[in-house]
């Protein structure tokens, strides 16, 4: 058993939209044991689709189709897929009812265009969208199964989760391909591959990946076989292997990130947070609140991206600023004091950098951040150096001050 | 003059990796009138990726290939395209220098293993990048053309850049493809085709396309043809047409963002601005903050999270939040105004909501969040309701007040 993914839309094929789509269920297929054999990005051209469609049947089993399925007239996914199928489209009184539901509870009026959202074609199967007005479409040929979903991610994953998953498991051959990931920061892709050189001897290329990104290395492991359980087993093991390698560079497992880890660590040791940012300019406080349950240790920050509000809202002295800078391990120092004493929390977190493109000079370049968290016991700071562009820069500093943190949690 | 795009890696393939390199060049190569005729990714076998590297050299003229030129075992890319095109590896002490200068920078000692990344095919070109150590290659054999480049899209852009998109577009048929796009926000994607019935009367489907993101619609106008500035006349002309029908919830063109958008808008009016955030924790800031130059209007924020910081660091009444909530036009409103006195700004922007999972009532519902705006004349008030998971109602909510401060200016 096969699948074929096929992304729909002149935006996905010109690159104008990112397809994350595709990644998206081949990652969920994997799981549940049926790979991907084809990937294919096509236009807003029946012609187009109903050839792809074609091919697909042709190859694979299961051909699961994202994209076309809107309100306006570039979306012919549905029409397309009908004719194929010898299908007439028909109307269906309750999708109606939902998509006019999700105007009203938003309290705007249902545009007439969305009418077209509820014709059907006659014995396709329609799974339910909780998060939009499209509903998926399932079509069956024999052996063979088309299923149609929107494009918008958020209503694609709604519409898999809700029963598509479950019932594409139960037809999969259950050759099973399970990973687990190990994610590290502040190390580099050669320096980790520098300390895995006994674990990687003898191992077969395909096990291991490496996954480098501006804000660390994903390690990732896979492994196949009939018996998921035994594969996980063996991948708990491989991993510990790596762990004993690498040590407390590796932050987190799988979908874990590193504000769910800092905001568990501070949950079990009872303390609570606040953060001073300059130069993250409030990423650090974003990051840590995407987290459900962050209120319970995170009170809040002050992003003091003028000096002026260096000192006003945070204490830092103007002599501080004048001797040593607004980047400066005693700036630093002072911020992560102030918000800790200003705001009421057990640790302060500061950050304070060069973000650039402008503002760099030969002593303190465009990258330079330096970070200093206060606590009960003292204060630490420590200074780095990124490369790259502005938005890097910030994600890069973010992802080291809560490193820092983290790594601060775990000795005390 | 037809390009192919290959992008290597299992997880790629298996989804675990979104792939954003595919869009980026296929969305460069469009401009400069290449258009892309195949989209594949393959994993990390010698077998898959000289298949797919013959496949792809048989059907089109130029192969941009992306990924598996790293340090590590799995990185076989080059050694592949180099036994393909008959040449040998050979030792580049330029290449070798620039990797061990880009550690030195960081302070941190080369790795061994780094050393095999400056062994480079002979014959075939070496393409710097910038921005990683891993060069790209150009393989060339008559008139087909393989270009290997770095998966790390910061380094592939940075290559591609460099001389690569010149060199392209030399070799171009000339057929441009040319596209503009209309951003908006705050209205649906069926209201939007509702308002523009009478623009799309007579208009070629593959000319405008809805791209709704739960942020906005953006709105996209691709023409083609053989001069460029005619094609640009006429995206314009047909731009304004829309720009009529739909006024101001078009916030921008193109690539601008709301928070460019808001920054000029600040930056014309000589105002400054500092923000005040609950539930969407920072986002904001760090939007406002991704813009350079933003230090010259935007001073700061105070991220106020728990209910204490709203009273204490915003001057929030004990008494508002008993009688009316968090999450109230009155909390906003004291936000609003007391971020405006305290940090000493123009304008204050404030956001207070329920961004969920939990923490909802059947009053106060997930995704109720109420934004107001302080300003020398007053202070306004709005109420919103969004649907979605947590991170998506911040990214909405954070859009919304962006938007409400960008509506205000444009009219003071």
Redesign the interface.
């Known amino acids: 058993m096969k699948a074929s993914i096929i992304t729909i839309?002149?935006?996905?094929?010109?690159?104008?939209?990112?397809?994350?789509n595709?990644?998206?269920?081949?990652?969920?297929?994997?799981t549940i044991g049926i790979p991907?054999a084809l990937?294919?990005?096509v236009?807003?051209?029946a012609d187009d689709i109903n050839k792809t469609f074609k091919q697909a049947l042709a190859q694979t089993d299961i051909i699961l189709c994202t994209g076309g399925l809107?309100?306006?007239?570039?979306d012919i996914t549905k029409k397309v897929a009908a004719k194929l199928f010898g299908l007439k489209l028909k109307f269906d009184k309750k999708i109606l009812d939902h998509i006019r539901s999700?105007?009203a509870?938003?309290?705007?009026e249902?545009?007439?265009?969305?009418r077209g959202q509820a014709m059907v074609p006659d014995k396709a199967e329609v799974l339910f969208n909780p998060?939009g007005?499209a509903p998926g479409l399932l079509f069956k040929k024999g052996k063979k199964i088309l299923i149609l979903m929107p494009g918008?991610p958020?209503e694609m994953k709604a519409i898999f989760a809700g029963s598509l998953k479950e019932r594409l498991e139960a037809l999969s051959c259950r050759m099973k391909?399970n990973?687990l990931?190990l994610r590290t920061t502040g190390i580099?892709?050669?320096?980790i591959?520098?300390k895995l050189i006994p674990f990687?001897k003898g191992l077969a290329?395909?096990i291991?990946?490496?996954?480098?990104?501006?804000i660390g290395v994903d390690l990732?492991l896979?492994l196949s076989g009939k018996n998921s359980g035994q594969i996980d087993a063996k991948l708990l093991e491989l991993s510990l292997k790596i762990k004993q390698l690498l040590g407390p560079v590796i932050y987190g497992q799988d979908e874990e990130t590193m504000e769910l880890i800092v905001g568990s660590l501070l949950k079990d040791k009872k303390l609570t947070l606040t953060?001073a940012?300059s130069c993250?300019?409030?990423?650090?406080?974003?990051r840590?609140?995407?987290v459900?349950?962050?209120?319970d240790y995170?009170?809040?920050?002050?992003?003091?991206?003028?000096n002026?509000?260096k000192e006003?809202?945070l204490g830092v002295k103007s002599q501080t600023l004048r001797l040593h800078g607004a980047v400066s391990k005693e700036t630093a120092i002072e911020m992560a004091k102030g918000v800790r004493g200003r705001?009421?929390s057990d640790l302060g977190l500061a950050i304070t950098g060069i973000?650039?493109?402008?503002g760099g000079t030969d002593k303190k370049p465009v990258g330079l951040v330096v970070m200093a968290l206060a606590g009960p016991k003292g204060t630490v700071a420590l200074e780095k150096?990124f490369?790259?562009?502005?938005?890097?820069i910030?994600e890069s500093s973010a992802q080291a001050a809560l490193n820092m943190l983290r790594l601060y949690l775990l000795k005390c």
Chains 1, 2 share one sequence.
């Open positions: 839309g002149n935006e996905i094929l010109s690159g104008m939209t990112l397809d994350t595709s990644s998206f269920l081949a990652r969920e297929l994997g991907v990937k294919i990005s236009g807003d051209r809107g309100p306006t007239s570039d999700r105007f509870k938003r309290g705007i249902m545009p007439a265009c969305n998060e007005t918008v958020r391909i990973m990931t580099s892709e050669s320096a591959a520098e990687e290329k395909s291991l990946a490496y996954l480098p990104t501006h990732r896979t953060t940012e993250t300019g409030g990423l650090i406080a974003d840590i609140t995407n459900s349950g962050s209120s995170y009170l809040g920050s002050i992003i003091a991206y003028s002026i509000l006003k809202m705001l009421g973000a650039g493109p402008t150096r490369l790259g562009q502005r938005r890097h910030k």
